[in-house]
Every structure is written in C-alpha cells, then in structure tokens.
C-alpha cells in the first residue's frame, strides 16, 4: 500500500484504505493486549490523574504511533498516553490536514481486573476535527466495529470457540426506532462526575422503560447496534470518543456532548439513535 496516496485533501483521500490501515493497527494492538490480559506480570501504574496505566497501554500507543510514522507520516497523532502536538486547535487544523486519536485501551480498569469489556479505539480525524474513520477492537468479546464517513457502520462478530470450527460475521449495523423517552433503554457508566444533573438522572430511571450501568465503548457501540437506545457519560476526552462518533453516526445515531453540541471535543458524550436525543439532554441536563 503507498504512504503517500492517501495523504492530501479530503476530496483526494481515500477513507477506505484508511481503514484497512486502522483494522491493521487493531490486528497489531490485539495481539499485545490479548497477550497482557490477565498476564500475571502485568505492570500497573498510576498517572498522576490518579488513573490507571498498564504496560499493554503504552506498548499498544508505541506501536501504533510507530506504524503510523511509516504508513501515515504526513499524519499527526493524538493518543492517551504519549499527548498530542503542542499548540493546535484540534478542531481546526490546517486545511488538508488529517490526524489519528488513539485510546490503546479504552476501560483500564476492567482490562486490569480480568474484566473482558475494553477495547483499542482507533480514530482519524478530517482538519475540522471530525472523525471519518472508526475502529473500535474488543478482542475479549471477539467483536470489532469500524466505520468510514459516508460507508456505513459495521460489526465483525466472532463466533464459537474452537478456532477450527468458529466463523467470523460482519454485518451492517443500524441505531434503534425507539422514538419515546418513556420506551427507551439507556446505558451509562457510573453516577461519578455528574454534579447538578445526577439526581435529575436518577429521577429519571423511574420513567423510562430500562437503565444498565454497561459503561466505556460497549454502551456506544451497543447504540450503533440498536441493542440500546441512548447511552450517557459525563466526562470523557476527545480519545474516549472520537472513534465512537463516527460509527454511531454512521448506524444513524447522532453523538454530541451533554449540552448536545455535535462531535467528541466537548468533554462528554452522549450518543442515541436520534429519535429521544434532545429530550433527554432537556430532562438531566437542562439544555
């Protein structure tokens, strides 16, 4: 594949051998993690944001960065545990320009205590700060949903355990038809972070049909499916969710913040299939 066919400007890029190229960095990033998971010398530290990092976190970022610096190396990166460049508005660079956010292990706690609901997410964003290009790798639950801007959202499932007999499936993959508050399931990861809005939200588990704590990438990515309705986190960075974006976007949901601001630079997440979005940031939230 050329490193440099796909570098220039939007209308010039080719999204789908973007893609290829992220479902190959997730072939590499499972590899690593699924190695370290539950290994019983996983080294643990703590960042002084008081969270969590293993070494598969940093291996995973490393190699990422070191096979974008060949394939991609016009690109810029964003990832979680290496930074970003210094100085640029990550929702405008400079036209033409194109960068990757990466997450190597999204939920690094469950992947710490043998909890198999983590994930790479692996995102490349346009010089608007709009992610075209999703890949979000659950090796542990042998599931994996990509998406690219303007091609459709898709789930590849994993099915059976003996290798010599399992098959793989993808299929395309769509947000629910829920269109009543009352109707919907909802999905969030904890009452954490919520400040003035978490009594308003636990109210709100009375009257509406289902709420499960299932948290991280899962709940997104089980609105993409249209297995949930709508899914809600307070605090969240811009690795967290640019991969999500896309995907629930594509399924045909909609991804904003929670003052329902379009796109995953405004510090929170809620993602839905639409239909009950702004009802609910107006009920918790009071937008």
């Known amino acids: 594949m050329s490193t440099t066919a796909n570098q220039g400007t939007h209308a010039s890029r080719n999204l789908l051998d973007d893609l290829a190229l992220a479902h190959k960095l997730a072939d590499l990033a499972d590899e690593i993690t699924l190695d370290r998971y539950q290994a019983n010398n996983l080294v643990i530290e703590t960042k002084p944001d008081l969270t969590p990092v293993t070494d598969a976190d940093k291996a995973v970022e490393e190699l990422i960065r070191s096979e974008l610096a060949k394939s991609r190396p016009l690109d810029f990166i964003v990832g979680e545990e290496f930074g970003r460049p210094d100085g640029i508005d990550l929702t405008n660079t400079p036209d033409g320009t194109f960068y990757w956010v990466i997450d190597p292990i999204d939920g690094t706690k469950n992947f710490l205590r043998g909890v198999p609901t983590w994930a790479t997410l692996i995102a490349l964003c346009n010089s608007k700060g709009e992610p075209v290009v999703g890949v979000v790798s659950a090796p542990a639950l ?17 099915l059976g355990l003996d290798s010599a007999t399992s098959k793989v499936v993808t299929k395309k993959i769509s947000v629910s038809r829920v269109s009543k508050l009352a109707d919907a399931s909802i999905s969030h990861s904890d009452l954490v972070g919520w400040g003035a809005a978490r009594s308003k939200f636990i109210d709100l588990q009375e009257s509406i049909w289902r709420t499960r704590g299932i948290g991280d990438f899962w709940s997104h990515m089980l609105v993409a499916e249209g297995a949930i309705d709508l899914a809600v986190e307070p605090s969240l960075a811009l690795w967290d969710m640019a991969a999500l974006d896309v995907i629930v976007c594509e399924a045909g949901g909609k991804f904003t913040n929670t003052s329902g601001a379009s796109g995953p630079h405004g510090g929170s997440a809620t993602s839905s299939n639409g239909a009950i979005h702004k009802e609910f940031i107006a009920k918790v939230f009071g937008k």
């Open 142 to 158: 042998s599931r994996r949903w990509h998406a690219a801007k303007d091609n459709g959202a898709f789930v590849t499932t994993k």
